[in-house]
């Protein structure tokens, strides 16, 4: 066996702590939604990280916080890293059991079956968001999903949704257009969401760079959204 081979010490002894957690808990895996990323656009995991860094920044402090559709939830420690507590649910068993056999020790959070569109989930939050959920949602159900997020909010508490553009459709894929049934532009973005809130301030965001840049540019929207309206 080749000296390069049998190493099992690092040549340089600060990255010594990679090969103790190799040994101590195995590599990590990613997740059923993150990993067909990883094999077919490797690129768009950093667009989704660099989404939930963004929502991270922007929640940074929250006591508890709910995240509305997390799939895999390969991003949600991103968020865990800034907020005191976090809830995610997606309304599909098989990411909601994927996300909760991956679950590590260190980065717990609670991952539940839950269907937004069909009551609000209980509990109580000061934060919640949902990213890439939108555009999936039949526009006759659309208030019922933001309602019932909005109703699991405290008063002075904050929802961020994280939608592509209306714009940004003619460039998608055949398969992202299967899925996408709403899609918004900025105006509408913003009316929509001022039915439940009496803030809403919108931000573009181009591959990994969020701005306030022109809207008819973005290829994704962002909608940071507070004080309830009763």
């Not at 056999?101 to 939050?125: A, L």
């Amino acid at each position: 066996m080749s000296e390069t081979n049998s190493r099992t010490e690092t040549r340089e002894p600060q990255y010594q702590c990679c090969i103790d957690l190799q040994q101590k808990q195995g590599l990590t895996s990613l997740g059923l939604m993150s990993n067909y990323m990883w094999h077919n656009d490797p690129r768009h995991l950093a667009f989704l990280l660099s989404r939930y860094k963004f929502v991270a920044k922007m929640l940074s402090g929250k006591e508890h916080v709910l995240e509305v559709g997390c799939a895999d939830a390969f991003g949600t420690r991103v968020v865990l890293q800034e907020v005191r507590k976090l809830t995610a649910v997606d309304f599909d068993p098989v990411f909601v059991k994927d996300a909760n056999s991956r679950m590590d020790e260190r980065w717990k959070f609670t991952c539940r079956v839950h269907d937004m569109i069909e009551k609000p989930f209980d509990g109580t939050f000061d934060g919640a968001y949902a990213l890439d959920v939108l555009e999936h949602i039949p526009k006759e159900q659309e208030h019922r999903f933001v309602s019932n997020i909005a109703a699991s909010l405290t008063a002075p508490g904050v929802l961020m949704l994280g939608s592509p553009s209306l714009q940004s459709q003619a460039y998608a894929s055949a398969a992202s257009k299967a899925g996408h049934v709403n899609c918004k532009d900025a105006a509408g973005l913003k009316t929509f969401l001022s039915t439940f809130f009496h803030n809403v301030f919108i931000f573009s965001m181009n591959d990994e760079v969020v701005h306030t840049g022109y809207y008819p540019m973005a290829q994704y929207l962002f909608a940071l959204a507070c004080s309830k309206r009763t």
